[in-house]
Nanobody, 126 residues
Framework: QVQLVESGGGSVQAGGSLRLSCVAS????????MGWFRQAPGKEREGVAA?????????ADPVKGRFSISQDNANAKNTLYLQMNSLKPEDTAIYYC??????????????????WGQGTQVTVSS
């Protein structure tokens, strides 16, 4: 079982930046698909970005060019990051870190993931 703990959320003005972190334990980093999702009030959870293998990343269209996902497996605690730049009010949501086994299918489909963090709030004001 993978344990995931997010941090780094907060409030920022439009155009600002935040970096989210997710410490993962209980898995072998290269064997898993890691992703970030978000859920705004009254909306369904949506995929933001995913990463697996060395150098393979995938982004949802609304965040392409603004967000960057990365992973640090160099230490005993594997850490997933989401660098968010040029933030917009529509980016306001609870952001979740997720992990799942490598496989087939759309990498931002929530059903691909079987472990979730508790979420961290991101609020962007205009």
């Amino acid at each position: 079982q993978v344990q995931l703990v997010e941090s780094g959320g907060g409030s920022v003005q439009a155009g600002g930046s935040l970096r989210l972190s997710c410490v993962a334990s209980g898995y072998t980093g290269s064997s898993y698909l890691m992703g970030w999702f978000r859920q705004a009030p009254g909306k369904e959870r949506e995929g933001v970005a995913a990463i697996y293998s060395v150098g393979y990343t995938y982004y949802a269209d609304p965040v392409k060019g603004r967000f960057s996902i990365s992973q640090d497996n160099a230490n005993a605690k594997n850490t997933l990051y989401l660098q968010m730049n040029s933030l917009k009010p529509e980016d306001t949501a609870i952001y979740y870190c997720a992990a799942g086994p490598r496989g087939t299918g759309y990498v931002l489909n929530p059903s691909r993931y079987n472990s979730w963090g508790q979420g961290t709030q991101v609020t962007v004001s205009s």
